[in-house]
Structures are given as C-alpha cells and as structure tokens.
C-alpha cells in the first residue's frame, strides 16, 4: 500500500512532500530516511535538497519557474508529469512543500504534509504558489526501497511473546470466572427466592463423587454462595498474579526502548543530530514510556475484549434473541460515534505534540541564555515568546478536552437509552411470561461483557490515535540514518596500522544543507610532526573544516588520502586516532577524574600526570578540597571557561593521537599557560599532526604552517 507520509514539524514538510512523492511513484520510504536524503537542516529542505535527492533514488529531478499560465499549459502538454512538489507561501510568511497529486480544472488534489490530502480551487493555489515546482521522472535506477519502523515495535513484543500468551490466558480465565459469577445471580434468583425449598431439593442419580458435589453446591443455598466467594477469591488472586507479569513485561520493553533510543541518539550522523532541536528530542524521549505502556494495554486489553464481547454476544443471544439485537443497536451506534470522532481527534493530537515541542524548545533556550536574557534585560520578551508558545498549546488542548468529552457524552447518552430499551422489552418478556425474572437480571448483569468491551474498544480509539501519532514521531528518530555500523571493522586496517606520515584532502566540497558549499574545492595536505594553523574571519568554514577532519562530517565530494591511499574505513577506528578539544567543551555531571577518562582506561600514571601539571589542572585540583574527585555539575556549571577548557585540553592530550585538533580550546586561556601547554604539546606530541583554530596571534606564531580560509 502507497503511504503518504505526514510532517512531524514545519521544518519537515519538505522531506515529508519528497517521501510522500517516492512512495506514489513506488519508492517505499519513510520520513527519516527522506530528510537525511534531502540533508533537510533547522530550517527544513530547499528545492535543491530535492532535485539531489530524487538523483540519489534513481529519480531525474528538475526544479521549473513560472506563471500559473505556463503551469497549467504544461500539465495539459504532458510536459510536467504529475505528481509534482510545489513551493507555496503561507498566511504566516514561512514556505511550505505540497505535493500536487491531480490537476483537472478548476480543482486540484494535493497533499498538504500539515494536513493531509484535499482539494482545492486553481485559484486559491495561484495565490499561495511561489512561483516553483520540482518534477521527476522515473530511469533505471529507480527501485522500491524498505521501511521496516513498525516491525521494531513488533520485534519488542515477539520477544515477550510467552509472558503476553500467559497473562492474555490469566485474563481469559479471569473474564470466565465473571460470567459465571453473573450466572450465579440467576440461579440464586429462579431456584432459591423465586421457587420453593421444595422445588430445590429435587432427587437425582448422581454417577460419580464429582457430579455429587457439583448438584450439592448447586441445589444448596449456602454451598452455591460459599462457591462464588471462592470464585471471587480465584479471581482476584489471578488478577495479583497478572498484574505481576504485565509489570515485569513492561520494565524488560522499556529497558530495550531507553537502550535502542539511546543508542539512536549516539550514532546518529552528526548533521542530522546537529539539524533537530532539543526540546523535539527530549519530547521523543518522554513517550518512548507512553508507547510501551499504551501498545502493552492495548495489544493485551483488545484481544481480551474482543474474547470477552463474543463470548458475551453468543451468552446474550441465547438467553434472548431479542434483547440481543437492541444491545447490538447501541453497540453501532457507539460504532458511528467513533468514526466521526476519528479524524477530529488524530489532527489534534499531531497538534499537540508539536506545539508542546515548540514550548520545550524555548524553555532549552531561555535556560541555556539565561545570562544573556538577565544581563540585556530581555525577560519580558522571552516571556511573552514563552506564553506564546504555551497558550497556542493550551489552546489546542482546549479543543482537545472539547472533543474528547463530546464524543464520551454522545456515547453516556446512548448507553443511558439503550439501558431503558433493554428494560422496557426485558419487562414486557417477563410480563408476558416469555423470560423468568433470573433470566433478564442474568442478562443485564451479563450485557457489560458485550457492550463494554466494544465501548472500550471505542475508547481506545483515543488512544490508539495518540499511540499513532506518538509511535510515528518516535519512529522519525529510530528510523534515521546512522553512522556505519559501529561494530563492524573493531580491527584496524593496514593503513591505520602503519605510521601516519601524511593525511590530504583533495577537492573537498560541503555544504550543511543542499545550497552554497561551505567548503569549496578546498586541497589541503598535512604531515606528521608538524602543527598547522587555520586562520581567517568568522563563518569562513574552519571549525566546518576541523569537523571534516575529526570524521564528524562526511564531504560531499572529494578525496582523503591517508599515507597516499585513500581511506576505506570504519569512522570508529579512524576516530580512535584523533582527539579535539574545542572553546566550548564538553562536560558531563561527575568528577573531574571522570571527565577527564569518559570512561577510558588511562595505563600510564606517570603521562597522566605530566599532563595534568602541564595543562594546569593540577593547580585547579589541589584548590579543591576533593580534588581530582571534585564533584562537576552539568555542562561545567562550577567551573570557570579556563578551567572547563583545561580540562578539555587535557583530555584530548591523555588520549595520544596521531592528529590533535584545538579549535579555539585556548581562548580563555592567559598567555603563560598558552606557551606551557603549546611547548608540552611540540615536545610530547612531536610525532602527531598538530591543528590550531586560534584568532590569537600567539599561537599561529607557534606554528610551521599556517592555513588561511576565506581567501
């Protein structure tokens, strides 16, 4: 089935439109898998990104400008193939991708990645179009691509398989022993307060001790009142035991949920990491819970409820034909309901959940740039962004709690007359000498197991819409796309295994989205034992460039040589290599011996204390009272620039490597302990390949060579 993939964010509609678009023409594709080929950035995806990216699938894209006029003859000549991407203006200024599905005069059919697939007039779409489209075609490369989101969620829950078997045969058993408490009542009613003791002690040939005790508790009052307080017992001891197992079921999900998650967000590729906001991942994080949670109620609670309403409905139907279809008449009016309800309620929640982004989003900023906000005196204005952000989310809550309580007050009032006409035919029967009394309380007591569960069912609705919509944006992380696999290649190869006497770049292009390069056929060669300088005006591409050479980014074109030969490598052996330290370290909530390692393994105490004194941090240490196992809060909070950047230093130093990389690690820094740290590095370090991204003159007079960008 062709899937047309919805935008989690604004910024997304461009990568949702270019999903949306392979999957019509075939190209199964998911909506991670479409940004990273649009290199969709903060700020979303540009025509280019798309034009590239329909090349990467085997598409030729070509992007076309043009009047409403020129267009419309076009699609009637055949010469712009439908569906195509328009770019269109919104009320609110921001550019926004639709995908044009169907062109026949004076309606078109689009998909809105905000809202889904509807129809409008030509004339409505001439007054949003900017002015651009991007057609494709299909060549040969072209192929049907795999999705496969969905089946991790049903990976985690074959793997508790037997667990969720025995806790659904715990609630069938439980569910059983329910109807025959309610049978029980008909049984007490008909035989003990409506008929004789005589009529009771009826005489029987019993055949075995078996059936003698099962008429003894039957045709005795005490015994059959005594046997459904044990069922009760039963149950509820049951219900303990399944209460266990659901909780044991949902802790082993949510252990490989955090971990499959986590591990997500480290190897993630470092522009796609670098182009999502905070406050979206850290919202994707809170319902990684609510998914395991919600799919584990409903994966167990639907099963058991549509058990329970057929076993229900068929108890129901034999006790009285009648009575029976006004039940299912309430049940199609509860069906009604929730299909009307369906639409309303997904589109808010989508809703809701980005707009509760958007205010985590500005609560990062404002406690990340509290010092500025403070010291410009700019409180009032972040907290009128703030409210804003807030109110629009509680607004669309507002709407929410409308529609939620309206579809729960149009299902009271049909449960309300459904239980009248149930009682007004029930009696008629029962004056009419048609049903005994035990029989039509029996089925009262018993029209809960068929109506609720299908009500519940109903309700769940709700939240099958929110578990959609939360499984969706928790797939859009578990779907993108990740470094090479990080256990692959542990071994180094030849070429990282020998002495590094040199690593080039040749014609080296990148760009962070599918614009103008940031780094423009750049060639550059380095050679060990020498330090090198990158010098030139802010935004000229250098920490850009120091990014490239630590492998956080991969160039768009162009050539590494290592020893001459060019690299075929696994990122996590090349980074084994190599350290950096940059003017904004780093720091995690631990000590500052813990800092220093990330968990390494130092085998050289006599190293690690040279460094130590050389960067400064013994000084620092010795004026704490704990030393190197003085507490650091998060993100460095206790420390001063300097002292949060020696540390740095020091731990890029511990490491050895074959290429240190500083970028303006010294900035805060005085100049005595820039010239202590420099001639420790020339004399312990002489062999490596050493880089500096300094403004400071001192430093590049320090060096052998010195690299100019922006030139």
């Given at each position: 089935?062709?899937?047309?993939?919805?935008?989690?964010?604004?910024k997304?509609?461009?990568?949702?439109?270019?999903?949306?678009?392979?999957?019509?023409?075939?190209?199964?594709?998911?909506?991670?898998?479409?940004?990273?080929?649009?290199?969709?950035?903060?700020?979303?995806?540009?025509?280019?990104?798309?034009?590239?990216?329909?090349?990467k699938?085997?598409?030729?894209?070509?992007?076309?400008?043009?009047s409403?006029?020129?267009?419309?003859?076009g699609?009637?000549?055949?010469?712009?193939?439908?569906?195509?991407?328009?770019?269109?203006?919104?009320?609110?200024?921001?550019?926004?991708?639709?995908?044009?599905?169907?062109?026949?005069?004076?309606?078109?059919?689009?998909?809105?990645p905000?809202?889904?697939?509807?129809?409008?007039?030509?004339?409505?779409?001439?007054?949003?179009?900017?002015?651009?489209?991007?057609?494709?075609?299909?060549?040969?490369?072209?192929?049907?691509?795999?999705?496969?989101?969905?089946?991790?969620?049903?990976?985690l829950?074959?793997?508790?398989?037997s667990?969720?078997?025995?806790?659904?045969?715990?609630?069938?058993?439980?569910a059983?022993?329910?109807?025959?408490?309610?049978?029980?009542?008909?049984?007490?009613i008909?035989?003990?307060?409506?008929?004789?003791?005589?009529?009771?002690?009826e005489?029987?040939?019993h055949?075995?001790?078996?059936?003698?005790?099962?008429?003894?508790?039957?045709y005795n009052?005490?015994?059959?009142?005594?046997?459904?307080?044990i069922?009760?017992?039963?149950?509820a001891?049951?219900?303990?035991?399944?209460?266990?197992?659901?909780?044991?079921?949902?802790?082993?999900?949510?252990?490989?949920?955090?971990?499959?998650?986590?591990?997500?967000?480290?190897?993630?590729?470092?522009?796609?990491?670098?182009?999502?906001?905070?406050?979206e991942?850290?919202?994707?994080?809170?319902?990684?819970?609510?998914?395991?949670?919600?799919?584990?109620?409903?994966v167990?609670?639907?099963?058991?409820?549509?058990?329970?309403?057929?076993?229900?409905?068929?108890?129901?139907?034999?006790?009285?034909?009648?009575?029976?279809?006004?039940?299912?008449?309430?049940?199609?009016?509860?069906?009604?309901?929730s299909?009307?309800?369906?639409?309303?309620l997904?589109?808010?929640?989508?809703?809701?959940?980005e707009?509760?982004?958007?205010?985590?989003?500005v609560?990062?900023?404002?406690?990340?740039?509290?010092?500025?906000?403070?010291?410009?005196?700019?409180?009032?204005?972040?907290l009128?962004?703030?409210?804003?952000?807030?109110?629009?989310?509680t607004?669309?809550?507002?709407?929410?709690?409308?529609?939620?309580?309206?579809q729960a007050?149009?299902?009271?009032?049909?449960?309300?007359?459904g239980?009248?006409?149930?009682?007004?035919?029930?009696?008629?029967?029962?004056?009419?000498?048609?049903?005994?009394?035990?029989?039509?309380?029996?089925?009262i007591?018993?029209?809960?197991?068929?109506?609720?569960p299908?009500?519940?069912?109903?309700?769940?609705?709700?939240e099958?819409?929110?578990?959609?919509?939360?499984?969706?944006?928790?797939?859009?992380v578990?779907?993108?796309?990740s470094?090479?696999n990080?256990e692959?290649?542990?071994?180094?190869?030849?070429?990282?295994?020998?002495?590094?006497?040199?690593?080039?770049?040749?014609?080296?292009?990148?760009?962070?989205?599918?614009?103008?390069y940031?780094?423009?056929?750049?060639?550059?060669?380095?050679?060990?034992?020498?330090?090198?300088a990158?010098?030139?005006?802010?935004?000229?591409?250098?920490?850009?460039?120091?990014?490239?050479?630590?492998?956080?980014y991969?160039?768009?074109?162009?050539?590494?040589?290592?020893?001459?030969?060019?690299?075929?490598?696994?990122?996590?052996?090349?980074?084994?290599?190599?350290?950096?330290?940059?003017?904004?370290p780093?720091?995690?909530?631990?000590?500052?011996?813990?800092?220093?390692?990330?968990?390494?393994?130092?085998?050289?105490?006599?190293?690690?204390?040279e460094?130590?004194?050389?960067?400064?941090?013994?000084?620092?240490?010795n004026?704490?009272?704990?030393?190197?196992d003085?507490?650091?809060?998060e993100?460095?909070?206790?420390?001063?620039?300097?002292?949060?950047?020696?540390?740095?230093?020091?731990?890029?130093l511990?490491?050895k490597?074959?290429?240190?990389?500083?970028?303006?690690a010294?900035?805060?820094?005085?100049?005595?302990?820039?010239?202590?740290?420099?001639?420790?590095?020339?004399?312990?370090?002489?062999?490596?390949?050493?880089?500096?991204?300094?403004?400071?003159?001192?430093?590049?007079?320090?060096?052998?060579?010195?690299?100019?960008?922006?030139?």
């Amino acid at each position: 089935m062709l899937k047309r993939v919805r935008q989690n964010e604004q910024k997304d509609c461009g990568a949702a439109a270019f999903a949306t678009l392979a999957n019509l023409c075939g190209r199964k594709m998911s909506l991670a898998e479409a940004r990273d080929l649009t290199r969709s950035n903060s700020t979303g995806a540009t025509l280019q990104g798309l034009i590239e990216a329909g090349s990467k699938i085997g598409l030729t894209a070509e992007g076309l400008e043009g009047s409403i006029g020129e267009l419309r003859d076009g699609i009637r000549s055949k010469e712009i193939n439908l569906p195509f991407i328009a770019l269109v203006v919104l009320e609110t200024g921001l550019s926004h991708f639709l995908v044009v599905e169907e062109w026949s005069d004076p309606k078109i059919k689009v998909f809105d990645p905000a809202q889904g697939v509807k129809k409008i007039s030509v004339g409505y779409f001439e007054k949003i179009w900017g002015g651009y489209i991007v057609i494709f075609h299909k060549t040969e490369l072209f192929s049907p691509g795999q999705t496969t989101s969905i089946s991790y969620y049903g990976t985690l829950f074959f793997k508790e398989k037997s667990r969720l078997l025995l806790v659904l045969l715990f609630s069938v058993v439980i569910a059983l022993f329910s109807f025959l408490g309610s049978f029980s009542y008909q049984r007490i009613i008909d035989s003990f307060i409506l008929n004789s003791e005589s009529a009771i002690h009826e005489e029987h040939a019993h055949t075995s001790i078996f059936e003698e005790a099962f008429h003894e508790i039957l045709y005795n009052f005490q015994y059959l009142i005594l046997a459904v307080v044990i069922l009760y017992l039963f149950q509820a001891i049951l219900s303990i035991v399944r209460a266990f197992f659901i909780a044991n079921v949902s802790k082993r999900m949510n252990d490989d949920l955090f971990e499959a998650f986590f591990k997500k967000i480290l190897f993630m590729k470092a522009t796609n990491l670098r182009a999502r906001d905070s406050g979206e991942l850290i919202t994707r994080y809170n319902i990684t819970t609510q998914v395991q949670q919600v799919l584990t109620r409903l994966v167990l609670s639907i099963f058991l409820e549509i058990f329970v309403a057929i076993t229900g409905g068929a108890i129901l139907y034999i006790i009285n034909k009648q009575l029976f279809l006004v039940t299912t008449g309430i049940l199609l009016g509860y069906t009604a309901v929730s299909i009307i309800f369906i639409k309303p309620l997904n589109k808010i929640n989508n809703e809701l959940i980005e707009k509760n982004a958007r205010t985590l989003n500005v609560l990062n900023e404002t406690f990340t740039g509290f010092e500025t906000i403070k010291l410009f005196q700019r409180e009032s204005f972040f907290l009128g962004k703030f409210l804003k952000q807030a109110k629009s989310f509680t607004h669309t809550g507002k709407y929410s709690v409308i529609l939620q309580n309206s579809q729960a007050s149009f299902i009271l009032l049909l449960e309300s007359l459904g239980t009248i006409l149930v009682l007004w035919q029930g009696s008629t029967l029962v004056v009419a000498d048609k049903l005994s009394l035990g029989a039509l309380i029996a089925f009262i007591s018993l029209i809960t197991f068929y109506t609720s569960p299908v009500r519940n069912i109903i309700e769940y609705q709700r939240e099958i819409q929110n578990v959609l919509v939360m499984m969706r944006k928790l797939s859009d992380v578990m779907d993108d796309v990740s470094e090479e696999n990080e256990e692959e290649n542990e071994v180094l190869n030849d070429t990282l295994k020998k002495e590094w006497r040199s690593i080039e770049f040749k014609n080296i292009y990148f760009s962070y989205a599918a614009d103008s390069y940031i780094i423009n056929n750049l060639s550059v060669r380095f050679k060990a034992g020498m330090s090198y300088a990158l010098v030139g005006k802010s935004g000229s591409g250098k920490t850009t460039f120091m990014h490239l050479l630590s492998s956080l980014y991969s160039p768009d074109k162009g050539t590494i040589l290592l020893n001459d030969e060019e690299i075929h490598e696994n990122k996590k052996n090349y980074r084994k290599q190599i350290a950096y330290a940059s003017n904004d370290p780093f720091l995690m909530f631990g000590t500052i011996r813990e800092n220093l390692t990330l968990g390494m393994e130092v085998s050289d105490e006599g190293y690690l204390i040279e460094v130590l004194e050389a960067v400064g941090v013994t000084e620092m240490t010795n004026s704490f009272a704990n030393g190197l196992d003085t507490v650091v809060l998060e993100n460095g909070e206790n420390l001063s620039s300097g002292q949060k950047q020696r540390i740095a230093i020091a731990r890029a130093l511990l490491k050895k490597p074959k290429i240190l990389l500083l970028d303006e690690a010294f900035s805060n820094l005085d100049t005595n302990s820039k010239l202590g740290i420099l001639k420790f590095i020339e004399s312990k370090l002489k062999s490596c390949i050493r880089i500096y991204v300094s403004h400071d003159d001192l430093v590049s007079s320090k060096v052998d060579e010195i690299i100019r960008f922006g030139s």
